[in-house]
Each structure stands twice: as structure tokens, then as C-alpha cells.
Antibody
Framework: EVELLESGGGLVQPGGSLRLSCATS????????MTWVRRPPGKGLEWVST????????YYADSVRGRFTISRDISKKTVFLQVSSLRTEDTAVYYC??????????????WGQGTLVSVSS | SYELTQPPSVSVSPGQTARITCSGD??????AYWYQQKAGQAPVQVIY???ERPSGIPERFSGSSSGTTVTLTISGVQAEDEADYYC????????????FGGGTKLTVL
């Protein structure tokens, strides 16, 4: 059974940083791309970043490129999102999602429950 | 650039049919996917590759595609179907990104 469990969210001041984690089980990170999606309060889903199953390819939304970094640790079965230079508009629930293919930018067949990032002074 | 457009809201009575549309140029080149998100819960995929239904999703959920528009149809709507629904596709030509529609709030009257 596929399971995804996010952690690492919290309250942070503008300009601050956090490291979000997504612990996975039930599949191999080598076989599927992984993605972070966020939902700001009162708004819709927004794609943030994707890492391919090979780990060679990473993709970012324009709104986070240069500030966020996606990575993974195969041995720990965990995907990370390092979020830096945070802005108030980054406030959202961040979801980890498993894609249905190795290449990335396809679709999401399993989702975690999310972790809340609040950026406020 | 590719965008996906959905109506902000759709309202139906129990037992009726709800149709939620999603329009965008990307849909002529890429598949569409649909997700249901109930309040306080994670999204769940209800349709993939335009019209395929994942295992465990009730048969009353179906998808169709025509040109630049895809449609999620919920037949015999139940109170438990009240949720936000999002269409999704991707752009791997102009730029490499995933695209979500703005979401549609389905209200069961």
C-alpha cells in the first residue's frame, strides 16, 4: 500500500527557511516521479516542483524557482523540499504527491495529508 | 501560455447530474486529469487520461473530451460528492510545468 507522510511545516518569518519532508512507503522512488503541490488559504491547487524517478530532472514553478529546491534520499525513501527566502504568499498547505510515471509532469495517483507552512512576521 | 479554465461553482440537487467543464489549448495535446478535494482532506484522483476511472472511484464519475474542453460528469449526485474539483494537465512544449484549473466548488443543494 502506498503511503505518503509530510512533515516539517510551521510558522516562519518572511525571508526564513524550512525543510519539508515526505516519507514514502509501498513503492520505489526510482520508479516514479514525485511532486509537491500547495494550496494557499482560500485559493486553488498550485503545482510547485517535480523530481523525476531517475533524479536527473527537476522542474519548478516560476513563482518558486531559485528559492525552493526539491531533492530525495533513496535510502531513506524520503523526498524533500527546501523552501527559502519565504514570502507571505508562500503560506499554504504543502502536499507531496506520487506521480503515475517515472518521467514526471504526468498525474498524481496518491497524495499525502499535507503540512502547513505559515509565513508571517 | 497554457491555462485551464473552470467555472467557479456548480450547484445541483441530490440525484441530478453535475457537469464540470475545463477548457484550455493544452487539452488538444495532453491528457486531462480530475481531482476531488473535500474540506480538510487531501485531493483524490477521480479521472485519469480524460475518461479513465481509478479503482475505488464510484461509477457515477465519468470524463469526456472534445477539442479544447474536457468535462467531468457526476451522475446521480450524492451529498458526499460536495467538494472542490480540479482539472489538471501539463505543458512540455513552451515550458515544463504542471497546470491546474482554478477549481470548481460543487454544492449539493
Amino acid at each position: 500500500e502506498v503511503e505518503l507522510l509530510e512533515s516539517g511545516g510551521g510558522l516562519v518569518q518572511p525571508g526564513g527557511s524550512l525543510r519539508l519532508s515526505c516519507a514514502t512507503s509501498g513503492f520505489s522512488l526510482r520508479d516514479y516521479a514525485m511532486t509537491w503541490v500547495r494550496r494557499p488559504p482560500g485559493k486553488g491547487l498550485e503545482w510547485v516542483s517535480t523530481i523525476s524517478g531517475s533524479g536527473h530532472y527537476t522542474y519548478y514553478a516560476d513563482s518558486v524557482r531559485g528559492r525552493f529546491t526539491i531533492s530525495r534520499d533513496i535510502s531513506k525513501k524520503t523526498v524533500f523540499l527546501q523552501v527559502s527566502s519565504l514570502r507571505t504568499e508562500d503560506t499554504a498547505v504543502y502536499y507531496c504527491a506520487k506521480e503515475d510515471a517515472v518521467v514526471g509532469l504526468t498525474s498524481f495517483d496518491h497524495w499525502g495529508q499535507g503540512t502547513l507552512v505559515s509565513v508571517s512576521s | 501560455s497554457y491555462e485551464l479554465t473552470q467555472p467557479p461553482s456548480v450547484s445541483v440537487s441530490p440525484g441530478q447530474t453535475a457537469r464540470i467543464t475545463c477548457s484550455g489549448d493544452a487539452l488538444t495535446k495532453k491528457y486531462a486529469y480530475w481531482y476531488q478535494q473535500k474540506a480538510g482532506q487531501a485531493p483524490v484522483q477521480v479521472i485519469y487520461k480524460d475518461n479513465e476511472r481509478p479503482s475505488g472511484i464510484p461509477e457515477r464519475f465519468s470524463g469526456s473530451s472534445s477539442g479544447t474542453t474536457v468535462t467531468l460528469t457526476i451522475s446521480g449526485v450524492q451529498a458526499e460528492d460536495e467538494a472542490d474539483y480540479y482539472c489538471q494537465s501539463s505543458d512540455t512544449t513552451e515550458s515544463y510545468r504542471v497546470i491546474f484549473g482554478g477549481g470548481t466548488k460543487l454544492t449539493v443543494l
